[in-house]
């Protein structure tokens, strides 16, 4: 998976961080409410350059952004910034009143798309997983 390819290039994160990928992925494979939830995948010349989805959160209303993903060789092309665009665009569209998402403290690319979206940071927490010691984030978005 490029998830994990990327982040452990990038972060030296194990193959834990892979298996959370590929969870969320099969959750969303068996289950998905195409009236709710939506994934998009971005190509630049016909190769997969990005992704992210959008799955129901644990609220009536409330939606989850997962897994947003620009692989490096695409990066500076804005292409997270319109994955995030359609998925926002999306969870209006499917009556949503609020995304959520969780990141980690170190993905200061993403963290500054979110905020460029008007996500604001709701929690923080140190934790150890993927093979090292990380703050993961909360982001909450009212639309």
């Given at each position: 998976?490029?998830?994990?390819?990327?982040?452990?290039?990038?972060?030296?994160?194990?193959?834990?961080?892979?298996?959370?990928?590929a969870r969320i992925v099969a959750d969303y494979a068996d289950?998905?409410?195409?009236?709710?939830?939506?994934?998009?995948?971005?190509?630049?010349?016909?190769?997969?350059?990005?992704?992210?989805?959008?799955?129901?959160?644990?609220?009536?209303?409330?939606?989850?952004?997962?897994?947003?993903?620009?692989?490096?060789?695409?990066?500076?092309?804005?292409?997270?910034?319109?994955?995030?665009?359609?998925?926002?665009?999306?969870?209006?569209?499917?009556?949503?009143?609020?995304?959520?998402l969780w990141t980690n403290s170190v993905l200061t690319s993403?963290?500054?798309i979110y905020e460029a979206h008007g996500f604001t940071l709701?929690?923080?927490?140190?934790?150890?997983?993927?093979?090292?010691?990380?703050?993961?984030?909360?982001?909450?978005?009212?639309?």
């Amino acid at each position: 998976m490029a998830h994990g390819e990327v982040y452990d290039r990038q972060f030296g994160w194990n193959t834990d961080f892979e298996a959370l990928v590929a969870r969320i992925v099969a959750d969303y494979a068996d289950a998905h409410d195409p009236a709710a939830e939506a994934g998009w995948i971005a190509e630049v010349d016909g190769r997969r350059a990005g992704c992210v989805f959008l799955v129901s959160g644990d609220e009536p209303g409330v939606a989850k952004l997962r897994i947003l993903l620009v692989t490096p060789e695409a990066r500076g092309l804005g292409l997270g910034d319109r994955l995030v665009t359609e998925c926002l665009d999306f969870a209006r569209a499917a009556g949503h009143r609020s995304v959520t998402l969780w990141t980690n403290s170190v993905l200061t690319s993403a963290r500054r798309i979110y905020e460029a979206h008007g996500f604001t940071l709701t929690a923080e927490h140190p934790h150890d997983s993927f093979g090292t010691h990380l703050t993961g984030q909360t982001w909450t978005l009212t639309l």
